[in-house]
């Protein structure tokens, strides 16, 4: 289904007039509205759980493992978005009308593709730490927490200056066809604005999610490989442990590509579609509202995902009666007691590391 270009763009109105930024959505307000309600509850649990994740980051040192150095970053990141992108798309969609002007409209803009890019790059840091990991297994001592940080940090830098550009020239942020959130100008023609959605579809998309299948296909043949050497004898003490924990990240890395596949592709159909085709059609604004709203949303998915698959995190909120059964289960499956341990010295709650076992583990299977 096609929509007419002229009816988004030619409202008789410069962007320079206040106005502009007041104009009601051309949409069906009561479906724009029940999607702003949705947002706007959204950001609430969005804010709830990045928050409390953030919060658990901080407050457990055992938990600031190299591979969760990425997904604290990802939480801050989520927090941001919640704060600065969801209330302001959901209040505005509540009332069928953009209620920030143009410098909300710029905010708003930056903060989503700031997220969007972000979370894209730092969900490839994960996939590629254990990649790492993987494949050179008596290196992963390599993998620090200072380490993982600069990395992180690197990362949403060149998120950055991705969604810096759009405000110093190189396309610009305004209102969407439903005008009531805003993102890159997806239906100016002149070259420059073209070649930046252009230069977005590639590195914020395409790229990751071929860094991601890539990097998650290796360490699912390497995982494959353990399981076979453990099949045939190689260190049969530690089977069931190795098993368990290749259950584990297999079923962490399904969910994390299945999840970015689901979440972003549907906007990034659209966002495609509007940008490149033809000057005199383009997609429906209600399409490209609910496939972008959905892709924000992810806010949500993201620290449920690590809070619904992390050991780690789950031993975070026990008591100590629970985790010192926990160690002496731990215990006869050949683990040695130390979050116990640690725990009875300090009086406080605290858990066992266990991408650091798991690392010696793999060092291990790798002899």
């Avoid at 730092?122 to 990395?151: G, Q």
Wanted: with cysteine; proline share 4%.
């Amino acid at each position: 289904m096609s929509f007419n270009y002229s009816s988004i763009i030619d409202v008789g109105i410069s962007p320079d007039d206040p106005l502009f930024w007041r104009l009601p959505t051309p949409s069906d307000c009561k479906t724009i509205r029940i999607i702003g309600i949705f947002l706007c509850l959204a950001a609430y649990t969005g804010f709830i759980l990045n928050g409390s994740l953030l919060i658990s980051f901080l407050r457990h040192k055992a938990l600031r493992t190299p591979p969760n150095i990425f997904i604290m970053f990802m939480s801050g990141i989520g927090l941001f978005a919640c704060c600065a992108n969801l209330p302001l798309t959901g209040t505005s969609s509540i009332f069928c009308y953009w209620l920030y002007n143009r410098a909300g409209c710029q905010i708003e803009g930056f903060a989503a593709f700031l997220y969007g890019c972000s979370s894209c790059y730092l969900l490839c840091t994960v996939s590629l730490s254990r990649c790492y990991i993987i494949v050179r297994p008596f290196n992963a001592k390599d993998v620090t927490v200072m380490k993982c940080i600069i990395i992180a940090i690197m990362a949403i830098l060149i998120a950055l200056v991705i969604t810096i550009l759009p405000l110093v020239g190189w396309n610009e942020y305004t209102l969407e066809g439903t005008r009531t959130s805003c993102c890159t100008n997806l239906h100016d023609r002149r070259s420059s604005y073209i070649a930046y959605n252009l230069f977005i579809f590639v590195v914020v998309y395409c790229l990751p999610l071929t860094i991601l299948v890539i990097t998650n296909t290796i360490i699912y043949i390497g995982l494959r490989r353990m399981r076979e050497k453990i099949a045939h004898g190689a260190k049969a003490e530690l089977s069931q442990k190795r098993i368990e924990m290749e259950r584990r990240i297999l079923k962490s890395i399904i969910m994390t590509v299945f999840g970015f596949v689901f979440t972003w592709t549907p906007y990034t159909v659209t966002f495609f579609i509007s940008a490149f085709s033809r000057s005199n059609y383009t997609v429906p604004p209600m399409a490209t509202f609910i496939c972008s709203c959905f892709a924000k949303t992810s806010v949500m998915w993201i620290p449920f995902l690590y809070m619904s698959t992390s050991t780690q995190f789950r031993l975070s909120l026990v008591d100590i009666a629970a985790l010192d059964r926990l160690s002496a289960t731990t215990t006869a499956a050949g683990e040695a007691p130390k979050a116990t341990t640690a725990v009875r010295q300090t009086g406080k709650k605290s858990i066992s590391p266990d991408n650091v076992s798991n690392d010696k583990d793999i060092a291990t299977i790798g002899k």
